[in-house]
């Protein structure tokens, strides 16, 4: 199915209205949903898909084969979908067809990176490879909305399903959100797996979690000549030694000492010879921070403190922030109230003792791009069973996946979306502004 199919939509919502018997009616009788996602038929479709996924790894915006499989999964569950949505973006619709909406997000891209782990279902393409496990948050979805068809008569409204291309860097989200399908959607959850934190175990905040992300590129322009002659020069080599300096005294220096901030200089070119002073030199780095203001406070001071320091060794300064290359990421901020429900849902599937805590993280992490147009939810779902082994970090060529963690992250899912929609079945609309409006 090359587009989104109405028909389809109005032959679900007819055999709605004919069978439906509500278990989701009321949040207390829906079924525990990690069990049914641990049964062979959820479980060994999900890891075929995961094996198949990581073996034929594309990057963002080239998730072609990706997003394929990915609709004749949802061809063979009978879900209807809109393609292509950024690119190679697919999204899915499960439930009635009308509101209330809600979303579960899955990125689809890889890294450009070779695979060193020896294994039947290695990266066949040389160079890339999944080590994030967005493979697994594939397969998770996909799982979710396997689960998800089954109770589709007992849904409240209806579950969107966004499978994204381009997270690592591309801002894939950012151009989900622009494509306007998700306007009418309450809320958005999505997660992460991680390696160092227990099999079935579940982490998040309320609030920030991952930090926004910028990069800049500064090119500091002299005049070159002979290096035992400095008079005839202007340096801009010691011009951006000291740009590089005063770029460090922004965090150390203007910034709350509890309102945590990064500046890095990852990059430094300039001249080629012992006994030539050089004409220009390019330095590059990136910029982490935990609220839009503080994120555009930073990115306004990088701007001023390199031209400005240039200016004072005699040198011009150009200072990009590379957005259409690489689309600056704000924070991941997690909505409180949907921390609240987060954690009694992701208790009751899982227990209470599994839903931990977790302090926010300089790494960044696009999902924020849907929690600036609705409420979002991010969380990190982990996947370690120390009994079997040790796991690499993310982005590692030894990266591993244990696939035990898939049904926990359909299940959870899953769960997230047809309670949500059951608890807004229950609540009174609330017409915004109002209530200020009566103060
Ligand atoms: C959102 O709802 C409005 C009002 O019902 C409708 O006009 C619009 O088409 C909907 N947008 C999407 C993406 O479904
Ligand atoms: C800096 O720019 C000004 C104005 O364009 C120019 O006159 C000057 O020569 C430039 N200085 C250097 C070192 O490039
Ligand atoms: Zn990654
Ligand atoms: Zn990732």
Not at 49 to 77: Q, V
Not at 241 to 250: A, D, E, G, T, Y
Request: glycine content about 8%; aromatic content about 8%; some cysteine.
């Amino acid at each position: 199915m090359a587009s989104f199919n109405w028909n389809n939509l109005f032959i679900i919502i007819f055999s709605c209205y004919l069978t439906a018997t509500p278990i989701f009616s009321d949040s207390n009788t829906i079924p525990n949903l990690l069990d049914l996602a641990k049964e062979p038929q959820v479980f060994d479709w999900m890891v075929d898909i995961r094996r198949k996924i990581h073996e034929n790894p594309e990057l963002g915006y080239e998730e072609f084969e990706t997003s394929k499989l990915i609709r004749a999964k949802l061809d063979e569950l009978g879900i209807p979908y809109k393609h292509p949505v950024a690119v190679t973006g697919v999204i899915g619709y499960i439930g009635t067809g009308l509101p209330p909406f809600v979303a579960l997000r899955a990125d689809m891209d890889a890294l450009l990176m070779q695979e060193s782990v020896e294994w039947e279902h290695k990266s066949k393409v040389a160079g890339k490879m999944h080590a994030c496990g967005h493979d697994a948050h594939v397969s998770m979805l996909l799982g979710a909305a396997k689960i998800l068809k089954y109770h589709e008569k007992d849904l409240q409204g209806t579950v969107v399903l966004v499978f994204q291309p381009a997270e690592e860097g591309g801002a894939g989200a950012k151009k989900i959100v622009d494509a306007g399908l998700l306007e009418n959607v309450s809320a958005i959850f999505g997660l992460h797996i991680v390696p160092d934190m227990p099999l079935g175990e579940v982490a998040s905040k309320s609030g920030p979690m991952s930090a926004g992300c910028g990069l800049f590129e500064a090119t500091i322009s002299g005049r070159g000549g002979h290096a035992a002659l400095p008079q005839h020069s202007i340096d801009p080599i010691l011009a951006a030694s000291n740009v590089i300096v005063s770029l460090q005294h922004i965090v150390s220096r203007e910034i709350d000492p509890l309102d945590s901030q990064v500046v890095t200089v990852g990059m430094f070119q300039g001249g080629g010879a012992f006994n030539v002073i050089p004409d220009s030199v390019t330095i590059g780095g990136t910029f982490r921070a935990f609220s839009s203001e503080s994120f555009n406070q930073l990115k306004h001071r990088i701007e001023q403190v390199i031209t400005g320091q240039a200016a004072v060794q005699r040198c011009n300064a150009t200072v990009s922030f590379l957005e259409e290359l690489k689309p600056l990421i704000p924070p991941t901020v997690n909505n409180g109230d949907l921390h609240d429900y987060f954690r009694s849902v992701a208790g009751s599937v899982i227990g209470i003792n599994k839903v931990k805590g977790v302090e926010q993280m300089t790494g960044s992490e696009d999902f924020a791009f849907y929690q600036e147009a609705l409420p979002g939810y991010f969380f990190l779902l982990g996947m370690e069973d120390v009994s079997v082994e040790r796991l690499p970090g993310a982005h590692s060529p030894y990266y591993k996946v244990n696939e035990d963690a898939l049904p926990y992250g359909a299940a959870l899912h899953a769960s997230l979306a047809a309670k949500y929609l059951v608890k807004l079945h229950h609540e009174v609309p609330v017409v915004e502004g109002k209530y200020y409006d009566e103060l």
